[in-house]
Nanobody
Framework: QVQLVESGGGLVQAGGSLRLSCTAS????????MGWFRQAPGKEREFVAA????????YYTDSVKGRFTISRDNAKNTVYLQMNSLKPEDTAVYYC??????????????WGQGIQVTVSS
């Protein structure tokens, strides 16, 4: 089993930055692909970014390209999502997820509890 815990969320003004962290316990993350997803009120959960086990394969949804950066530090068992130039439409609960296979879909085996990110205009 892999337990994932997100941190780093909060309230920020439009144009600001936040860095989300996702730390794993139970197993090392070095064998897993990792994804970030988000769910805004009244909307379905959507893919944000994903990174393969080595960090060499990375995908982003179009709306965050050039603003968000996903990275990982396998030695620290942690994955990051650096979010710059935040917009009010980025407001959502953000989830990290882990799976052996890299995917932009929601078919990840392990999920964190989610963390709120609120961007004020």
């Amino acid at each position: 089993q892999v337990q994932l815990v997100e941190s780093g969320g909060g309230l920020v003004q439009a144009g600001g930055s936040l860095r989300l962290s996702c730390t794993a316990s139970g197993r090392t993350l070095s064998s897993y692909a990792m994804g970030w997803f988000r769910q805004a009120p009244g909307k379905e959960r959507e893919f944000v970014a994903a990174i393969n086990f080595s960090g060499e394969g990375i995908y982003y949804t179009d709306s965050v390209k050039g603003r968000f950066t996903i990275s990982r530090d396998n030695a620290k068992n942690t994955v990051y999502l650096q979010m710059n130039s935040l917009k009010p439409e980025d407001t959502a609960v953000y989830y990290c997820a882990a799976d052996f296979y890299l995917s932009t879909g929601s078919d990840y085996d392990y999920w964190g509890q989610g963390i709120q990110v609120t961007v004020s205009s």
